[in-house]
């Protein structure tokens, strides 16, 4: 859902952490995108709402996604 809602490949995907998760500006920051370049995305409000899910059912320290 992650990657899909906010266009996110897999190499950026598994490389999220906590803190790349802006919830008031509605974005991702991604670290070293396609040219190893930073960018930011969108997220949309039903991802965050089940990201706020995810990270009270797991509370991921530093990366986003354990694994």
Do not use: C
């Amino acid at each position: 859902m992650t990657a899909y809602g906010s266009g996110l490949r897999l190499t950026e995907l598994v490389n999220l952490k906590v803190k790349d998760i802006d919830g008031q500006r509605m974005t991702i920051f991604v670290r070293n995108s396609k040219g190893k370049k930073d960018r930011y995305t969108i997220l949309p409000k039903k991802l965050l709402v089940e990201l706020q899910h995810y990270y009270r059912l797991f509370k991921p320290k530093e990366w986003l996604f354990h694994g």
